[in-house]
């Protein structure tokens, strides 16, 4: 390989301490959950000190989605 050549390994070029991007926004989640046998219920908390007041193109309200696949197919995981 010749400089700035960027073909092979490339864990072995970045290190084990490069970042990650996206970096989340969100360390800790706590996740509670009720259900009667037929609905469930999920109640999602977690620390953001930010104020999101404003409704814009591109900014997003906190929000969360929970995905269960039906059958073998890994479910979508755009958008989070």
């Known amino acids: 390989m010749g400089e700035g ?12 301490h490069s970042p990650t991007l996206p970096a989340p926004s969100v360390t800790s989640l706590t996740v509670r959950s009720v259900h009667n046998g037929t609905a469930i219920a999920f109640l999602m908390e977690w ?3 930010t104020k999101n007041d404003q409704l814009a193109p591109g900014t997003f309200r906190d929000a969360a989605a929970l995905a269960f696949p039906l059958g073998d197919a890994p479910p979508f995981f755009c958008m989070g």
């Open 5 to 16: 050549d960027l073909c092979g390994d490339s864990a072995q070029r970045t290190g084990p």
């Open 47 to 49: 620390d953001d000190p």
